[in-house]
């Protein structure tokens, strides 16, 4: 990984091998441009996700639609994207400054991190990247003023933010052999090396005890013992607590009601909520935000065995409320209610979950897109906001009674899927809603990440694999929310 260093000189006097410059807006007559009629010739346009390197005057020229903080994530990916086989060590930019400056260069920085990322971990060659130093010069595009001071800041969350984000994905890109319940809760273990974060790991005999019998019922066939996670960050003055709640899925196979196999690929990411709650915590208490927060993770992996729980059983979950099983792959609502129930005994000021939940979803919003369900308008619009500024698409789906009606079940007191094939994205949704306390319902937010968690094409500076989705979005929410 390379340094990124701030330094107070004019971009003209950067002493780098080379220099990357943002075409904005189509806009070829800005100073810093060097090459128009080499540009030209070559054909380059300066539209979104377009870069070149131009050897002979050391610049990187890349398209950058707008000052928006996300075409500036996406015009650093490119940039660093263009230029991965040269041999190049050093590279200089300036500041492109939006209204806000420090959100501006904060976004520039996370495009670097976020764009640079590799997953080789299984690879027997590793490609080496000779890229050591990205020099930012505090001279803007627009002659925006941003103190030495702001820019430090804003270096420093970005690099958290980003960081966070690379850590969700390796997480997740990890086999299910490599991260099973267990090496999850290690994982989550080394966090404690932050201050004033503890973690606490509870196995089966606890869930026993606490009649987590739902969670438990979809560990039954596979050899990995469940594990309950509770990772906790309790800064001195706190002034909220807020608990997020992981679906942690080390495999769903679909267990019984097995998937076929071209839905079972990929399904390592079932743990993306897990992995996003912990890296969220991680980013939080690093940033030393002033809330106690805690990440709860159910983790299990959903097999199929002589001891598999069954369609037609039925289930008693940790509130007393009795679930009849109808498909054995709408499992992550089962281990979610169980953790719910847990994560309000913490009594939360929100409470807000995140999983890899329905299929429904990524078809309702595409692959892009988090699903945001809840009670409350005003937390859901705030999420959304924050969402967008971190460079996340995120979409309301809006529940109603008529859906509720379809998760009744005339065995128990209510079905694990719904009896219709339309809405099963908020069916889910309403399925957890029976978890939640009268008293929390307001409190709560409930994250479909299926379809952005995992790509299997890649997108923006989103590569091939785990994306991280929730990661940046709920840390910008954070943040913003503490500095009201
Ligand atoms: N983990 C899946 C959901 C999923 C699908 C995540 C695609 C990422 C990409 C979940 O456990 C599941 O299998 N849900 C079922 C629910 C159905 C049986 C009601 C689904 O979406 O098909
Ligand atoms: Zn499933
Ligand atoms: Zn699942």
Redesign the pocket.
């Known amino acids: 990984m390379f340094n990124i260093e701030l330094i107070d000189t004019p971009f003209e006097a950067l002493q780098t091998d080379a220099k990357i410059v943002f075409v904005v807006g189509k806009n070829f007559t800005h100073q810093w441009i060097k090459d128009k009629e080499t540009l030209e010739l070559m054909g380059f346009k300066g539209e979104s996700e377009e870069a070149i390197f131009i050897p002979s005057s050391k610049r990187v020229y890349v398209g950058c639609e707008s000052l928006q903080a996300d075409e500036l994530r996406l015009a650093a990916a490119k940039a660093l994207d263009v230029i991965k086989k040269s041999s190049l060590a050093t590279l200089g930019i300036a500041l492109y400054s939006d209204e806000c400056a420090k959100g501006s260069l904060r976004a520039l920085i996370e495009g670097f991190i976020l764009g640079s990322y590799v997953f080789d971990t299984y690879k027997s060659k590793k490609e080496e990247s000779s890229l050591k130093t990205i020099t930012i010069c505090l001279e803007d595009y627009a002659q925006k003023p941003l103190s030495l001071q702001e820019a430090k800041e804003a270096l420093k969350s970005a690099q958290i933010i980003a960081e966070a984000t690379n850590f969700a994905r390796d997480i997740i890109n990890g086999t299910p052999e490599d991260i099973t319940p267990i090496a999850l809760a290690t994982i989550a273990q080394s966090l404690t090396s932050i201050p004033n974060v503890t973690c606490k790991v509870m196995d089966e005999a606890f869930l026993k005890a606490q009649g987590m019998n739902a969670f438990l019922a979809v560990n039954r066939a596979s050899i990995h013992p469940p594990r309950l996670i509770h990772l906790s960050y309790q800064p001195k003055n706190a002034t909220k607590r807020w608990v997020y709640v992981g679906?942690g899925?080390t495999y769903?196979s679909?267990g019984l009601?097995l998937?076929p196999s071209e839905?079972m690929v990929?399904?390592k990411?079932?743990k993306?909520g897990a992995a996003a709650v912990m890296s969220i915590l991680k980013g939080a208490a690093q940033l030393e935000l002033p809330y106690e927060i805690h990440a709860i993770i159910g983790a299990t992996e959903?097999m199929i065995g002589g001891n598999a729980y069954k369609p037609d059983d039925v289930l008693v979950a940790k509130n007393g409320k009795t679930i009849e099983v109808r498909?054995t792959?709408?499992?992550?609502?089962l281990v979610l209610a169980d953790c719910l129930c847990y994560a309000q005994s913490l009594k939360p000021d929100v409470l807000i979950d995140m999983?890899?939940?329905?299929?429904?979803?990524?078809v309702a919003l595409g692959e892009y897109t988090t699903g945001v369900m809840g009670h409350s308008s005003e937390l859901q619009h705030t999420f959304l906001h924050a969402s967008l500024k971190s460079g996340e698409l995120s979409a309301i789906l809006p529940f109603n009674k008529y859906l509720k009606k379809l998760i009744k079940s005339s065995v128990a007191d209510i079905s694990?899927?719904?009896s219709s094939r339309y809405g099963?994205?908020i069916?889910?949704g309403l399925f957890l809603d029976h978890f939640i306390e009268e008293e929390n319902k307001s409190k709560w937010l409930h994250l479909d990440i299926?379809?952005p968690?995992?790509l299997e094409k890649s997108w923006g500076y989103n590569p091939y694999g785990a994306s991280g989705a929730g990661v940046r979005a709920n840390l910008y929410w954070m943040m913003k929310e503490s500095s009201k």
């Open positions: 679906k899925l769903d679909g009601s998937k839905h990929t399904m990411a079932d993306s959903n498909n792959d709408a499992e992550g609502r999983a890899t939940l329905t299929g429904a979803c990524v694990n899927i719904s099963g994205a069916t889910a299926a379809g968690a995992y």
